[in-house]
């Protein structure tokens, strides 16, 4: 059975297609988290302060990547101590961010955030907290660097290699 987890880390474009490489999830979508309002487009979370955080919504089989693993790969495509900044991208709803809508999840998250931080001087800033609320993203953005391959993107493409070549625990002999 699948397990969700929603994951905010600066722009969607490149997130989404750094997640959707990672053997293991099922299918990804990009959309608005956690803000004020409901059912936001894109110029309003831009430029409405809506709250919202751009965020992929991560299907996994937890049978072939754990939670713990997924958040791993998570944490190599972001930087874990920028408050509301990734790359060139700057504002609220480019903060990095863990939405969660298993409450056993949560645990796991705390453990992984708490090893993150042992490799960083400064505070890992991530936000934690349950998802509160979530609405897709326009059609066109949805799976953007596919259709717009020379499209911006704050993730390396060293980066989607290591994604797309991870071997999650379920996979392993």
Known sequence: MASEIYLAGGCFWGMEKYLSLIKGVEATQVGYANGKTLFPTYEEVCHNNTGHAETVKVVYNPEVISLKE????????????????QGADV?????????????RDLPVIREAIVELQKKYD??????????????PAEEYHQKYLDKNPGGYCHISPELFKK?????PSGLKE
Do not use: H, M, W
């Not at 944490?75 to 900044?85: C, M, Q, V, Y």
């Not at 504002?91 to 409450?103: A, D, F, P």
């Not at 994604?163 to 071997?167: E, H, K, L, R």
């Open 122 to 135: 400064k505070p890992v800033v991530i936000e934690v907290e349950p998802l509160r609320n979530y609405s």
């Open 91 to 103: 504002g609220t709803q480019y903060r990095t961010g863990i939405y969660y809508i298993n409450e």
């Open 70 to 85: 997924l958040l791993k790969l998570y944490f190599e495509a972001i930087d874990p101590t920028s408050l509301n900044r």
């Open 163 to 167: 994604a797309a070549n991870a071997v």
